[in-house]
T-cell receptor, first 113, second 114 residues
Framework: GAGVSQSPSNKVTEKGKDVELRCDPI?????LYWYRQSLGQGLEFLIY????????KSGLPSDRFSAERTGGSVSTLTIQRTQQEDSAVYLC???????????FGSGTRLTVV | DQQVKQNSPSLSVQEGRISILNCDYT??????FLWYKKYPAEGPTFLIS?????DKNEDGRFTVFLNKSAKHLSLHIVPSQPGDSAVYFC?????????????FGQGTILTVHP
């Protein structure tokens, strides 16, 4: 596609439920990143994919968070047993090769009530 | 532990004047710095970057200055335009990292008044 696409754009969920957030990177982009932005905070790195593998998962806050990428394309970020502190905007970005000025999607605003 | 800090949450300037956005970092291992701009309900977009081997990089109305000894960088926008009103994030990359794992500041909201 023309840009990085994320869905849903907004998600309200009850505490304790599982959620899946989806990212469609720009076609051909090999690197994919997930970040999140909590209220009043900067963007916080979560995970990096190169192709389908995740060499760096160091930013995932807990074992309730997991992510996968298939076909070197679409990625899903799953949060199990959501907590209120998980409320944030989750942003996906992709790049071709080693390019630090990567392209972000518009994000998924997750609200846990 | 906030390794990249933008101490001014907001900045207001008049159209046509200079906007100066500041960023400080604490990790001396950072060697590449970027600025991103974010409009509401959109993802951040890459604006300009600078390597630690330089002290200045210019792109049109945007110039980034790096003072390594002070661990400080700034983004200058001249002249400022109302369309520049957005949240600006600085970000840093650690030397030796082969991929774009960025550490971001909290952002500064810039408002340019007509």
């Amino acid at each position: 596609g023309a840009g990085v696409s994320q869905s849903p754009s907004n998600k309200v969920t009850e505490k304790g439920k599982d959620v899946e957030l989806r990212c469609d990177p720009i076609s051909g982009h090999t690197a994919l990143y997930w970040y999140r932005q909590s209220l009043g905070q900067g963007l916080e790195f979560l995970i990096y994919f190169q192709g389908n593998s995740a060499p760096d998962k160091s930013g995932l806050p807990s074992d309730r968070f997991s992510a996968e990428r298939t076909g070197g394309s679409v990625s899903t970020l799953t949060i199990q047993r959501t907590q209120q502190e998980d409320s944030a905007v989750y942003l996906c970005a992709s790049s071709f090769g080693v390019n630090y000025g990567y392209t972000f999607g518009s994000g998924t605003r997750l609200t846990v009530v | 532990d906030q390794q990249v800090k933008q101490n001014s949450p907001s900045l207001s300037v008049q159209e046509g004047r200079i906007s100066i956005l500041n960023c400080d970092y604490t990790n001396s291992m950072f060697d590449y710095f970027l600025w991103y701009k974010k409009y509401p309900a959109e993802g951040p977009t890459f604006l300009i970057s600078i390597s630690s081997i330089k002290d200045k990089n210019e792109d049109g109305r945007f110039t980034v200055f790096l003072n390594k000894s002070a661990k400080h960088l700034s983004l200058h926008i001249v002249p400022s335009q109302p369309g520049d009103s957005a949240v600006y994030f600085c970000a840093a990359l650690r030397g030796g990292t082969s991929y774009g794992k960025l550490t971001f500041g909290q952002g500064t909201i810039l408002t340019v008044h007509p």
